[in-house]
C-alpha cells in the first residue's frame, strides 16, 4: 500500500508559477511510475504529466508541454510538478497517482494508476 499526500497548490495569477509536491509513504515507491492527473469541475480528469521509476523517461499533455516539469526524489519519496507560465485553464484539482508496474502504453490513462492522494486545488485567477 502507498499512501500519497499532495501539497503546494493555491491561488496565483495568470504567468505565475507554483510547485506542487506529493510525498509518498508506505512501501517503498522507487519500482513505481508517477503521475500528476487534474479534473476542473464539470470535466474527466485530465493526465498532466508522468515520470518513469527511475526518472529516464517523461511524458506531458500538449496543454503543458514546456511550461511543466514533473520531476522526482526516490531518496526523499517524492514527486514534483513545477508549473510556469500558468493559464486560467489551468484551473483545477491537481492529483499524484503511482502506477505499480511502469507502463508506457499506459502512462496517461488515469485507470491504469494504482494508488492516488487527495488531491490539491490550484486556481489561477487575476
Known amino acids: 500500500q502507498v499512501q500519497l499526500v499532495e501539497s503546494g497548490g493555491g491561488l496565483v495569477q495568470p504567468g505565475g508559477s507554483l510547485r506542487l509536491s506529493c510525498a509518498a509513504s508506505?512501501?517503498?515507491?522507487?519500482?513505481?511510475?508517477m503521475g500528476w492527473f487534474r479534473q476542473a469541475p464539470g470535466k474527466e480528469r485530465q493526465f498532466v504529466a508522468a515520470?518513469?521509476?527511475?526518472?529516464?523517461?517523461?511524458y506531458y499533455a500538449d496543454s503543458v508541454k514546456g511550461r511543466f516539469t514533473i520531476s522526482r526524489d526516490n531518496a526523499k519519496n517524492m514527486v514534483y510538478l513545477q508549473m510556469n507560465s500558468l493559464k486560467p485553464e489551468d484551473t483545477a484539482v491537481y492529483y499524484c497517482?503511482?502506477?505499480?508496474?511502469?507502463?508506457?502504453?499506459?502512462?496517461?490513462?488515469?485507470?491504469?494508476?494504482?494508488?492516488w492522494g487527495q488531491g490539491t486545488q490550484v486556481t489561477v485567477s487575476s
Open positions: 497517482a503511482a502506477q505499480r508496474t511502469y507502463n508506457r502504453l499506459s502512462i496517461t490513462t488515469a485507470s491504469e494508476y494504482d494508488y
Open positions: 515520470i518513469s521509476w527511475r526518472g529516464v523517461s517523461t
Open positions: 508506505g512501501r517503498t515507491f522507487s519500482g513505481y511510475a
